[in-house]
């Protein structure tokens, strides 16, 4: 296949090394556990310990705090061996992608010696708490309140569709610290879950894909979390640290579409040629070969625009745009691909315990989180 000769130009050996570790890693610890997670709706705890000793954790956070000291490319390669299985159900991505990285790039100098090193050897599971019930890609209508109530802010609100809500031991609140409408008046407060009056954690969100991921609801009844952990020791800068990580929230999206594409494609084409109808295998066909010659082009084109999103933000120069451009393109390729692949399973792809079913049903989704399709062209749009 044209994408077994294909090297991306940010690959290292350092990386490929990681690559092997990491494959052998979610083979013996992941892969096996797939159906009872998706039964459980949870990853088990312990298993955040176990990548934490693996080394695969906050791999791209400074040393200095407990991280791998790697960069996003180091993130892109735990991304792509999660797609390799059909793994949905490890929410890594929340935890070490976008949390931690909220925690190292705006926290303060306590705020990361105290939480980081934690999350990176998976005693703390980190989560983020930005959608509620009213309030989707559209953060400025935010309606959790923090109030400062002398050393402590008073949380009330609610949030939904929460990754990691289990297990997490930290959680990163989009609240409103202020009267500004708009961004003006939101702050990030990192709650400290444990034993935490006022904290609830809600219905399992019974999803149509990913049912091993842990999703749920939570909701805060007057919970008082420190005035300190207000993310920078600053209020009314939450909108701010909103937009300036997205961008590579937008992009892990992306990367894991891409691969999703691949993998995909790879299951596809090694069952097309050992399945047979009408005396011959389905790859003798010609309109299977047309479908899958068109989903290596479309995977090809997929994998060269994220090589080029991951080598510009390893340099700093990414800009939202075009990580909101790669977002909405590739997670549409991963939805049209997979569609596509399914379809030459026939019966057998409507089956959960193909991988090719399990791929399908987990794709919807990545058109919709992050801020929906429509947002990213939107915010493309306005670059013009």
Not at 30 to 52: E, M
Not at 129 to 149: C, F, H, I, N, Y
Request: overall charge negative.
């Amino acid at each position: 296949m044209i994408l077994d000769n294909y090297v991306s130009p940010w690959h290292t050996e350092e990386l490929d090394d990681l690559r092997d570790m990491t494959r052998a890693f979610l083979e013996k610890e992941s892969a096996p556990h797939q159906a009872r997670w998706a039964q459980q709706h949870a990853v088990d705890r312990d298993f955040w310990r176990l990548a934490g000793e693996a080394g695969l954790l906050c791999i791209s956070i400074p040393e200095e705090y407990g991280g791998g000291g790697g960069t996003f490319a180091h993130e892109a390669v735990i991304m792509e061996e999660q797609s390799r299985i059909a793994d949905s159900a490890w929410g890594n991505v929340v935890h070490s992608t976008i949390v931690a990285h909220y925690i190292a790039a705006f926290g303060t100098e306590e705020q990361k010696q105290r939480w980081l090193p934690g999350m990176a050897s998976g005693e703390l599971v980190g989560a983020i708490a930005m959608t509620e019930p009213t309030t989707g890609s559209d953060l400025q209508s935010v309606r959790t309140r923090a109030k400062l109530d002398g050393e402590n802010y008073v949380i009330n609100g609610a949030k939904t569709f929460i990754t990691n809500a289990t297990h997490c031991d930290l959680l990163v609140i989009v609240a409103r610290t202020g009267d500004n409408k708009g961004g003006k008046g939101l702050s990030l407060i990192v709650a400290e879950t444990t034993d935490l009056a006022g904290f609830e954690r809600g219905r399992v969100m019974e999803k149509i894909g990913m049912h091993g991921q842990d999703t749920r609801e939570l909701a805060f009844v007057d919970m008082r979390v420190p005035a300190g952990n207000v993310l920078g020791g600053v209020e009314g800068h939450g909108f701010i640290q909103l937009m300036q990580q997205l961008p590579q929230e937008r992009l892990a999206i992306a990367v894991a579409s891409a691969a999703e594409c691949e993998y995909a494609l790879r299951e596809t084409t090694a069952y097309a040629k050992d399945r047979e109808a009408f005396g011959q295998n389905l790859l003798g066909f010609q309109n299977t070969r047309f479908v899958l010659a068109e989903c290596v082009a479309d995977s090809l084109a997929a994998r060269t625009l994220i090589d080029h999103c991951i080598s510009t933000h390893v340099t700093g120069d990414l800009d939202a745009p075009t990580a909101s451009l790669a977002k909405f393109w590739c997670t549409d390729m991963q939805n049209k691909v997979i569609d596509r692949c399914l379809q030459i399973f026939g019966g057998y792809g409507y089956m959960i315990e193909y991988p090719i079913a399990r791929r399908f049903v987990a794709a919807r989704v990545q058109k919709i989180y992050g801020g929906t399709n429509e947002i990213m062209k939107e915010l493309v749009a306005r670059s013009l």
